[in-house]
């Protein structure tokens, strides 16, 4: 008798909650979902003995209610499985405008996350390349999504001198031109990677890869620039 009376009161209690929780008055709450493009070297790819910003970037976004995908032709481990971005290692922004445009047609994404200047030597003067090169990348994501929004890093410092020297005045030039193609129905959002990094406490030992501690800046950087053009999660 107690059996049945618990499965009488039990049926009563499901006829009563089943229909709110489906009706059509009460959907669930809609979130919007974006798709993200790292592109870059190996600060961007990551490797075995260094960090990289795209897990803890990951992390910050999800916990903040955000529903972000990484696209790319590429994947790298993560604790999380592989995760897909269009970085190279050891390759320079010249290398990246030619490969980066092909992969963004065949992977489109409504953001792209670009931290390229890397991988040059200061006697090359390698300045105004860069910025071509990252100048005909943005264009030619814009050319495959026109409302794309580009993130453009001032890219972090280096300790491995006199090589990177030239990293500080890059930075300069890269602000110039994301000044220059930022308009408001095609943002070109500066990022300053490079302010408060510290090569000598935010890199491993040679001085130009991210430690933990520099990825984890990296993507405080990049959470700071996103949640600005991200519709709030609901």
Known sequence: MKSHHFITALAALLTFTLPVARSADNPPPTVKSYRIMPVG????????????YRL??????????????????????????????????????????????????????DIVLLHAGHNHTVEEQPIEKIVAATDTMI????????????????????????????????????????ARLNTPDQPVILVNQANS?????????????????????MATRWFEALTKVLEKPK
């Not at 070297?41 to 990289?52: A, L, P, Q, V």
């Not at 001032?154 to 300069?172: A, D, F, H, M, R």
């Open 197 to 217: 990094f510290d090569p000598e406490k935010d890199t491993i030992q040679d001085k130009v890869h991210p430690n933990e501690t520099g990825a984890e800046k």
């Open 139 to 178: 264009q030619a994501f814009r050319k495959t999504n026109p409302k794309v929004i580009v993130c453009l890093a001032q890219v972090i410092p280096s300790g491995k001198l006199p090589k990177y020297s030239y990293i500080p005045k890059l930075n300069e030039a890269l602000g110039k031109l994301a």
């Open 41 to 52: 070297d190996s600060i961007t790819e990551g490797g075995k003995t260094f960090s990289n």
């Open 56 to 109: 803890p970037l990951l992390d910050k976004l999800t916990t903040a209610g955000y529903h972000i995908q990484y696209v790319g032709s590429r994947k790298s481990d993560s604790r999380l499985g592989p995760l897909p971005h269009e970085a190279y290692s050891g390759k320079n922004a010249e290398f990246l405008a030619t490969a980066a445009p092909k992969s963004f047609r065949d992977h489109p994404a």
